[in-house]
Each structure stands twice: as C-alpha cells, then as structure tokens.
C-alpha cells in the first residue's frame, strides 16, 4: 500500500477506464476522487456503481461533465442528466437487479465466473443469457463483474491499507474494494496501526494499493 496525493492517484487513470465507485445515492462515495476525474477530465470511462446519484453529487458528477461511455448500474431514475445521455445515445446502460448486480461483483472477487440466480428468468433481463436447470428449476448465468479500478470510501483507514467503514456509507464498498485491479482509498481518517481493531476490520490491507493523503 502507498499513500499518494488525490492528484497522483487520478492520474493513474486513463481515459477509457472501467471504474468501479462506492456509494448509494452519493452516501458512501469518494467525492474528492470524482472531483479529480473530472478536473483532468478522464473521458470514456466505463462506470460500474450501484446508481447514477444525483447532478452535482456523487458520481453525477461524471455525468455532468460528460465522462461515461458506458454505465452498469441498478438504476438511474433521480439523475435526469444520466438518464438524457442514454435516450440520446451518448452512453449505454447495463441495468442490473440490485441483488444481481453484489453478486456478480462478489463473484468477480472470489474468483468465480459467475452466479446463478431466478431474478429476471422470463423477462427482458433474461435475453441473451444462458439458462441452466437446477433440480427441475431455471435459474440465468449471470457472469462476474471485475473493474480495472475501484474508487473506494473509507471513514478509517491505517497505515497498513485496513479499513473501516462508518453505518450506511459501507454499502457497496468493501465488495468493490475485492473485484479490481487497482483500489484506490479515500479515507476520512488515516490512524496508526493498531487503531482498528483486529475484528472491526472490514477490508485488510492486502486489498488496497493506494490511500489518499489528507490535505
């Protein structure tokens, strides 16, 4: 793990770059990080979050600066910017069903090449999917989801890489902080090691390769 400057860490990130960020709603999400993708305005990204947030907030932000190519999300009804580029054709969107979509990303962590799962058997979200019967039910292949780079929020972090997470802003984050290549921390507090208790742990430190340093 190496502690780098929000600047250092963004510039890691090419345009065209399939991201991962935490968050539900914005609660939970490295605003500081979205903040610096759109100030060195890296185009082209495919986006992997569990929702578009709102303009102004979150990952909204990449959308009012225009910067998703491609977005897998769970749904996108309270950012109208979001939901124009897609009408328009200016990006493509992947809905996924919520439980679906922790899933594959779980999958994508552990290793595994997918899930099975009922959600969407008979409907549009099954089209193009394989179906597989299991003990006389159908169930749809739904294939892991891994990213190249997860922009992750943290309410602890310690020297070491561990982190912590504060109530509701843990959400999608320590299962995306498993299934990229590169994991990128935005810590609200960075303390000495021993600070974080053994057992309130939620990500150990072998999973994350860079914390923002304060300031």
């Given at each position: 793990?190496?502690?780098?400057?929000?600047?250092?860490?963004v510039?890691?990130i090419?345009?065209?770059a399939?991201?991962?960020v935490?968050?539900?709603?914005?609660?939970?999400t490295?605003?500081?990080?979205?903040?610096?993708?759109?100030?060195q305005?890296?185009?082209?990204l495919s986006?992997?979050?569990?929702?578009?947030?709102?303009?102004?907030?979150?990952?909204?932000?990449l959308f009012?600066a225009?910067?998703?190519?491609k977005?897998?999300?769970?749904?996108i009804g309270?950012?109208?910017k979001?939901q124009?580029q897609m009408?328009g054709?200016?990006?493509?969107v992947?809905?996924?069903?919520q439980?679906?979509?922790?899933?594959?990303?779980?999958?994508?962590?552990?290793?595994?090449?997918?899930v099975l799962t009922?959600?969407?058997?008979?409907?549009?979200?099954?089209?193009?999917?394989?179906?597989?019967e299991?003990?006389?039910?159908?169930?749809?292949?739904e294939?892991?989801?891994?990213?190249?780079?997860?922009?992750?929020?943290?309410?602890?972090?310690d020297y070491?890489?561990?982190?912590?997470?504060?109530?509701?802003?843990?959400?999608?984050?320590?299962i995306?902080?498993?299934?990229?290549?590169?994991?990128?921390v935005?810590?609200?507090?960075?303390?000495?090691?021993?600070v974080?208790a053994?057992?309130?742990?939620?990500?150990?430190a072998p999973?994350?390769?860079y914390?923002?340093?304060?300031?």
């Open positions: 793990m190496k502690v780098v400057s929000v600047e250092e860490a510039a890691m090419p345009s065209g399939s991201v991962m935490g968050g539900f709603m914005g609660v939970g490295p605003e500081r990080l979205l903040d610096e993708l759109v100030r305005n890296k185009a082209g986006l992997i979050c569990n929702d578009a947030a709102t303009p102004g907030k979150g990952v909204g932000k009012d225009t910067l998703v190519s977005l897998t999300a769970t749904h309270l950012n109208p979001a124009q009408l054709n200016q990006i493509s992947d809905l996924v069903p439980g679906t979509f922790v899933e594959r990303i779980r999958a994508g962590g552990c290793g595994l090449g997918g009922p959600t969407g058997v008979g409907t549009l979200v099954a089209e193009g999917k394989r179906q597989i299991v003990d006389g039910k159908p169930f749809l292949l294939t892991a989801i891994r990213a190249q780079f997860a922009l992750i929020h943290a309410f602890l972090a070491l890489g561990n982190l912590s997470y504060a109530l509701t802003a843990r959400n999608f984050n320590p995306m902080a498993m299934a990229a290549d590169t994991v990128i935005m810590a609200e507090n960075i303390v000495p090691v021993g974080i053994p057992d309130h742990v939620v990500t150990p999973l994350v390769d914390i923002i340093a304060n300031g």
